[in-house]
Nanobody, 125 residues
Framework: QVHLVESGGGLVQPGASLRLSCTAAGDIFSQYDMAWFRQAPGKEPEFVAAISSGAGRIEYDNSAKGRFTVSRDDARNMAWLLMNSLDPQDTAVYYC??????????????????WGQGTQVTVSS
């Protein structure tokens, strides 16, 4: 099973940008669908964005559309989440997750068996 490590979180002001990185190891990265979820204190994990194996499908939560961009580079075993126009409501721990490619929704956290340790994103003035 693939092992995931996130990086790139931090404290930023509203309106700023951050790029989160997810580095994978231990398996053939190209065969995995990759997703980003976030969890705020006291809340359930929520879907943010996902990119399928082969990048044929990309999905975003409505809150991320137009502001966030998900991407991947299979040669580098990496995925990214570029976040623009950050808002305090984006404050959360962000996780990347992976599953061997399957058909069906990319948005269900239960379908992803591999998760990173998370990276904190705090948006505050």
């Amino acid at each position: 099973q693939v092992h995931l490590v996130e990086s790139g979180g931090g404290l930023v002001q509203p309106g700023a940008s951050l790029r989160l990185s997810c580095t994978a190891a231990g398996d053939i990265f190209s065969q995995y669908d990759m997703a980003w979820f976030r969890q705020a204190p006291g809340k359930e994990p929520e879907f943010v964005a996902a990119i399928s194996s082969g990048a044929g499908r990309i999905e975003y939560d409505n809150s991320a559309k137009g502001r966030f961009t998900v991407s991947r580079d299979d040669a580098r075993n990496m995925a990214w989440l570029l976040m623009n126009s950050l808002d305090p409501q984006d404050t959360a721990v962000y996780y990347c997750a992976a599953r061997v490619m399957i058909l069906g929704s990319l948005m269900q956290p239960q379908s992803y068996p591999a998760w990173g340790q998370g990276t904190q994103v705090t948006v505050s003035s």
